[in-house]
Antibody, heavy 121, light 106 residues
Framework: QVQLQESGPGLVKPSETLSLTCTVS????????WGWVRQPPGKGLEWIGY???????NYNPSLRSRLTISLDTSKSQFSLKLSSVTAADTAVYYC???????????????WGQGTMVTVSS | DIQMTQSPSSLSASVGDRVTITCRAR??????LNWYQQKPGKAPRLLIY???RLLGGVPSRFSGGGSGTDFTLTISSLQPEDFATYYC????????FGQGTRLEIK
């Protein structure tokens, strides 16, 4: 079955760029959205954004100015770049598959295990 | 963005109890509402999509209802593995999550 795995640095300095990659295995990237959700320690879930397999993106307006999500179909990977980070960006970052309504769902149905990213000098 | 408000924020219950969690949207979202379960240190798990559709493999004691602005997640008979935090999520306009409801053992 489809599995997702996040990878990237666990520590990022303030003002620098947070970069994470999610590798998709066991299935095709085609026909789905691929997204990111984060969770600050002890807090709730926040949608970051997602990218369709065609390359079109949709971002959380509160993060849009700092955010880039990209896709490498040849490697079955998608990536997150968040610039100018502060301590408020410290969180567990999850990658997840979003199955669209036209495939009879419209929800995040498969998730990675998550990776903790701390912003600190 | 569409704000989602869950109630209660926390809930204590016993094995075998019937519990209902409510999620309210600030504007109508039709049935673009999903429910997730999250256990400590784990990723969220999709339970219900489109307000009332149970994901395959999810026990039938879970059910969802509602449309427009008011939605419910009901667990008909709590099992030990159900103690977790539950989140609603709307997809009518962008994506937003509720703040979560922590379900604890009484």
């Amino acid at each position: 079955q489809v599995q997702l795995q996040e990878s990237g640095p666990g520590l990022v300095k303030p003002s620098e760029t947070l970069s994470l990659t999610c590798t998709v295995s066991g299935g095709s990237i085609t026909n789905y959205y691929w997204g990111w959700v984060r969770q600050p320690p002890g807090k709730g879930l926040e949608w970051i954004g997602y990218i369709y397999y065609t390359g079109s993106t949709n971002y959380n307006p509160s993060l849009r100015s700092r955010l880039t999500i990209s896709l490498d179909t040849s490697k079955s990977q998608f990536s997150l770049k968040l610039s100018s980070v502060t301590a408020a960006d410290t969180a567990v970052y999850y990658c997840a598959r979003y199955t669209p309504q036209r495939l009879d769902m419209d929800a995040f149905d498969i998730w990675g295990q998550g990776t903790m990213v701390t912003v600190s000098s | 963005d569409i704000q989602m408000t869950q109630s209660p924020s926390s809930l204590s219950a016993s094995v075998g109890d019937r519990v209902t969690i409510t999620c309210r949207a600030r504007q109508s979202i039709s049935t673009y509402l999903n429910w997730y379960q999250q256990k400590p240190g784990k990723a969220p798990r999709l339970l219900i999509y489109a307000a009332s559709r149970l994901l395959g493999g999810v026990p039938s004691r879970f059910s969802g209802g509602g449309s427009g602005t008011d939605f419910t997640l009901t667990i008909s008979s709590l099992q030990p593995e159900d103690f977790a935090t539950y989140y609603c999520q709307q997809s009518y306009s962008a994506i937003t999550f509720g703040q979560g409801t922590r379900l604890e053992i009484k």
